[in-house]
């Protein structure tokens, strides 16, 4: 997979991942200044998609031989896909689309440690319940910040010809952008995560989500369901699948 850099972190993983329409001057409330939305071609005029990652990593390590032990750990995070660098921030107006994650929560503190101070993440130390069919996450208080619950529509199946993924495998491919240093800035830096597409199983689901308000700042959470009957889009889910792959994260580098 092509980087800036002959080597990074690589592993495993197992993802839930859940996307939802959202009005797009809310999702505009969730970036940091200098990041806007950017265009879109999933969703009409006036929507912007969200993408929530429930994550189980395994066997995650340098690409380089290395003392440290391989990490397993899970990963849940929220994503707004085409976003871009506002004119505000000079240079490097325009540049995009960017994958920008307002915030991650973990259950691993050296994985807390690096991602926060090399790659200028925004993550949290939570905890998180894994099931058959569902993934909790908590804060230290012990408060339920999102909860999905999912059922399978069959076995997982390689990539090629399942329709309707294609658009997510898009967003899920696009660069990411994140405020450096630890998450706050003022610099931007970017990073490319990339799945091994050609050998990846996916699955769609049938899922209900329920986020808390405090979960993110600009996004009041609430109940959002697969295929519900009668709820308006605002509160639908617009996909549901579980994509198992590798991955392959680069180390960060100026735009």
Request: hydrophobic share 40%.
């Amino acid at each position: 997979m092509k980087a800036p850099y002959p080597f990074g972190y690589i592993g495993e993983g197992v993802t839930r991942c859940v996307v939802l329409a959202l009005p797009a001057w809310k999702v505009q409330r969730m970036l940091p200044p200098n990041l806007e939305l950017g265009e879109q071609d999933v969703l009409a005029k006036g929507a912007h998609p969200v993408v929530l990652q429930f994550h189980d990593f395994s066997h995650c390590r340098f690409s380089v031989p290395s003392l440290l032990q391989p990490l397993n750990f899970h990963e849940q995070t929220l994503g707004v896909p085409f976003t871009r660098i506002s004119s505000r921030y000079g240079g490097s107006a325009g540049l995009g689309p960017f994958y920008f994650m307002p915030k991650l929560y973990l259950d691993d503190l050296w994985v807390w440690t690096v991602g926060r101070n090399l790659w200028g993440f925004d993550k949290e130390m939570a905890g998180v319940n894994v099931t058959k069919d569902r993934y909790t996450v908590t804060n230290s208080a012990g408060r339920r910040l999102v909860s999905v619950g999912w059922s399978g529509e069959g076995a997982s199946a390689p990539l090629l010809g399942l329709s309707g993924f294609e658009s997510i495998r898009r967003m899920l491919s696009q660069t990411l952008i994140s405020l450096s240093p630890a998450g706050v800035g003022p610099f931007f830096a970017l990073t490319d995560f990339n799945r091994d597409w050609s050998h990846a199983a996916v699955r769609r689901l049938k899922a209900v989500m329920d986020v808390d308000p405090c979960y993110v700042r600009g996004f009041e959470g609430g109940r959002f369901a697969t295929d519900a009957e009668g709820a308006d889009r605002e509160h639908s889910i617009v996909g549901s699948y579980e994509v198992s792959a590798q991955w392959w994260l680069s180390f960060p580098y100026l735009p």
